[in-house]
């Protein structure tokens, strides 16, 4: 069976400076695969890239069996990939029915998308309550919440995710991480990139850590949770 | 001061002139963070377009009938030069400095200036630019040239119709979307290069449209047009607030009701006398911005600068 999604040997440099130094991983339909590691280890980098919002130097990328190679980001959407990024990046301005509906941007089913907005708003209550309401005025839990269901719109075959919990309470960042175990337990394609470790490798079917770029590990979530030198340098234990 | 009531309309009229121009300012840095200096000759060659219309006409023909070809024209003109500037002088600077593309387009304006003195029949002067002959029209205590007619119409309906195609419509949307965050919007889905196309587009149909109303108010059009008329809409865009098309607006119209109040009444201010009439309306214009930049330098309906959470 084919992976959903097939990276092989990604490298992604700015300027002279490689950030992603050739690494290879799969994703199959229905699971989630998680990126783990610390800042700078080029995660985001990685999502970026398979988002088409940066050329990869080298190495390729296969979505659905089709070559992904410096194709423009907004052509990558429309192939079935969707991203949330880093830091929510919500349309400040403009309501949170708006930015639903921007997620929605490609599709020509004007009812099949208002019955989105509206499973969005039974999944995430507080967003329908505040519906008219300008999305940079939220906390950053409802923003998180809002991202994901952005991203969620374009009914995407595979959603990636990138730091989901970043900058939550502890409440919210469980909240979230239900929400995905959620998602899964529906049969969605995730691949997630987190520093809360324990949360994403809990999760996760498999998981990948990240450093300077490289791949240094792979296992199962179970695995790596329980590894020795993983959970010395990720899970803050001695 | 009773002629209050007409200087205020003669404002309003200058204002919505140069309202119309702003917008390809405010629009194009609203999304790229460019600022087209040369927007005023797209404005100009909007102009020099309907003067060729004109020009191709039949003697005698009405101008009321040529008008709508005249339009076109213009705009045709205005769009394809705007167009074609994004595509060739500012696309490929995309990600350079910001000093690059504005360096770039001061030089496109110098080019477009050059080109028009040069290649257009008898351009080295102003061209006479036809008008509607007759009396002036009365409506209670003003009354304006029968060419402001145009503008008066035209300037409302231009708005109403952009604040419904960026509010409304499915690319009006694509457009906010884009102008606060580009990358995103393109993980939407929405193709941003077109959209920054567009704006370009649109920016150039509204000078190319006020270009008309420029010369059927001043009888002429001249290659130099632009750059006086380019200031002053750049201004107007400042002062509303750059990147908001309302703003745009508003302040061209708060500028050309400045521009008309000092002409008129600055030189009645004992001990100013030497600085009414015409001559002084664009100091005082500048003077107003900076004004404005010193008290409210994100201009009157300008946005905070920062809204990113």
Redesign the interface.
């Known amino acids: 069976m084919t992976a959903l999604l097939q990276v092989e040997d990604l490298k992604v440099a700015y300027g002279k400076i490689e950030a992603v130094k050739g690494i290879s991983f799969t994703v199959q339909q229905g699971e989630v695969v998680t990126l783990i590691g610390t800042n700078g280890a080029g995660k985001t980098t990685t999502l970026r890239t398979l988002s088409g919002l940066l050329k990869p130097a080298g190495g390729k990328i296969f979505f659905d069996g089709t070559p992904l190679n410096g194709i423009g980001a907004h052509k990558v959407v429309a192939m079935g990939l969707a991203h949330s990024p880093e830091g929510r990046r919500l349309f400040p301005r403009l309501t949170i029915t708006e930015n639903l509906q921007l997620g929605a941007f490609l599709r020509k089913d004007p009812d099949g998308v208002q019955q989105d907005i509206n499973m969005c708003y039974d999944l995430f209550p507080i967003l329908g309550e505040r519906r008219k309401q300008a999305a940079g005025t939220l906390s950053g839990g409802e923003q998180q919440m809002l991202a994901m269901g952005r991203a969620l719109m374009s009914r995407p075959k595979l959603l990636m995710l990138d730091e989901p919990s970043m900058g939550l309470s502890p409440i919210m960042m469980q909240k979230i991480m239900e929400t995905i175990r959620e998602l899964k337990a529906q049969g969605t394609t995730i691949l997630l990139v987190e520093q809360n470790a324990q949360a994403a490798l809990s999760i996760a079917n498999h998981g990948h850590v990240m450093e300077v770029g490289k791949i240094v590990l792979s296992g199962t979530g179970e695995e790596l949770l329980h590894d020795e030198s993983v959970r010395k340098a990720y899970l803050g234990e001695d | 001061m009773n002629d209050l009531p007409q200087q205020l309309a003669n404002g309003l009229l200058l204002g919505a002139l140069y309202g119309l121009i702003a917008i390809g300012y405010t629009m194009v840095y609203g999304i790229v963070q460019l600022l087209n200096f040369a927007h005023g000759e797209i404005f100009m060659i909007g102009g020099f377009g309907a003067l060729t219309m004109w020009l191709w006409m039949p003697d005698g023909t009405n101008l009321a009938v040529a008008l709508p070809l005249m339009i076109l024209m213009a705009v045709a003109c205005s769009v394809l030069v705007a167009v074609g500037a994004e595509r060739f002088a500012y696309r490929p600077l995309r990600g350079a400095p910001r000093l690059a593309p504005l360096i770039t387009a001061i030089g496109l304006s110098i080019a477009l200036q050059q080109a028009i003195w040069a290649w257009y029949p008898d351009a080295t002067k102003a061209r006479p630019f036809p008008e509607f002959t007759g009396s002036r029209i009365e409506l209670g205590s003003v009354s304006i040239q029968r060419g402001d007619l145009y503008l008066l119409i035209a300037a409302p309906v231009c708005m109403i119709a952009l604040g419904f195609f960026v509010s409304k419509t499915?690319s009006g949307?694509?457009m906010?979307?884009t102008s606060?965050?580009p990358?995103?919007?393109?993980?939407?889905?929405?193709?941003?290069d077109r959209i920054i196309v567009m704006a370009f587009a649109i920016g150039g149909a509204f000078a190319a449209i006020a270009a008309i109303a420029h010369g059927l108010r001043y009888g002429n059009v001249d290659f130099r047009m632009g750059f006086i008329a380019g200031l002053k809409a750049f201004t107007a865009a400042v002062l509303g607030g750059i990147g908001n098309i309302y703003g745009a607006m508003i302040g061209g119209i708060v500028l050309g009701v400045a521009e008309a109040m000092a002409t008129a009444y600055v030189g009645n201010i004992p001990g100013m006398e030497q600085f009414g009439g015409g001559s002084w309306k664009d100091v005082w214009a500048f003077v107003l911005l900076i004004l404005v930049l010193l008290l409210r330098p994100q201009g009157l309906l300008g946005?905070r600068v920062s809204?990113?959470?």
């Open positions: 499915r949307r694509a906010q979307a606060q965050d990358d995103t919007a393109k993980l939407m889905g929405i193709n941003t946005e809204d990113r959470a």
